[in-house]
């Protein structure tokens, strides 16, 4: 364990990531306008670096960093909606809308003196708590780095909850691949995969009618394809989905 210092005007901390030379953190101050920011603390001197031009108005939520990217989440204010489905969480639930963000950590180390203004938007949508399972409060449920690209496992504004990948470094307007979305009432979770991709792994959560929380565990491959003993063969490769563990009790993957 060890204590860090520094200081800051955002003196309420929410949320942070590590890695060896930095701590990445979300934090906001009383009585602004604008109170929320996106802050890297140096672990050898203490100092802490303001990661976008301006404050948010909104709360921010440091989801996961890797070398080159760190990514967050902003949510706006909670707005009270009338339940409409068996899915409701009480009498009143709420929406928000809601943005996913990431930053490239490798294109501003020249210089402490450079302000992050190079962020980009992958995903926005509304989460409507009315119509997801009443476990769910976030419409994130997990982010895995792969190289330069990002696994999310997400709920849409229908209810609807998918595992994506976004190619990071594109510019705006990046369209994600849906590698698999959830039946009505499932939700994906914990997404890991290997260094290189070719392996994803991810869960699918689920409560019974006792309320008992089940989750099996998923996978996606992507195998070369042999060659054959005679006739033409074709070079790529095949992409295989499946079922990798169906016992109702395994949770959370991570390679």
């Known amino acids: 364990e060890a204590k860090y210092t520094t200081n800051t005007p955002y003196s309420h901390v929410v949320s942070a990531v590590a890695d060896r030379s930095s701590i990445y953190y979300t934090a906001y101050t009383d009585g602004a306008t604008n109170p929320w920011m996106l802050e890297q603390l140096d672990r050898t001197t203490h100092v802490s670096t ?7 108005a909104n709360p ?20 009270a909606t ?14 928000r809308t809601w943005s996913l963000h990431y930053l490239s950590l490798t294109s501003q180390q020249s210089g402490p003196a450079i302000p992050l203004v190079n962020s980009q938007t992958l995903f926005s949508s ?23 690209s990002l696994l999310v496992a997400l709920i849409d504004k ?10 990071l470094g594109t510019g705006s307007n990046i ?11 499932r939700v994906f979770t914990s997404p890991t995969a290997t260094s290189d991709g070719t392996s994803i792994y991810w ?33 790529g490769a095949t992409t295989l989905k499946y079922l990798f563990r169906s016992d109702g009790m395994s949770f959370r993957p991570q390679v």
């Open 82 to 95: 009338t339940p409409e489905n068996k899915f409701q969480h009480s009498a009143h639930s709420f929406t």
């Open 203 to 235: 869960s699918e959560e689920w409560r019974s009618n006792d309320g008992t929380l089940h989750s099996n565990i998923w996978a996606q491959q992507v195998l070369d394809n042999s060659r054959p003993s005679h006739g033409a063969w074709i070079d």
């Open 158 to 167: 229908s209810g609807n909850s998918h595992l994506m990948l976004f190619e």
């Open 126 to 148: 509304t989460f409507n708590e009315s119509v997801v399972p009443n476990w769910i409060s976030t419409p994130v449920q997990g982010i895995w780095f792969i190289q330069d």
């Open 175 to 185: 369209a994600p691949v849906d590698i698999a979305t959830a039946g009505h009432g």
């Open 50 to 56: 303001p990661l976008l031009p301006t404050a948010s």
């Open 60 to 79: 921010l939520v440091v989801l996961g960093s890797s070398s080159d990217w760190l990514v967050w989440l902003e949510l706006d204010v909670l707005k």
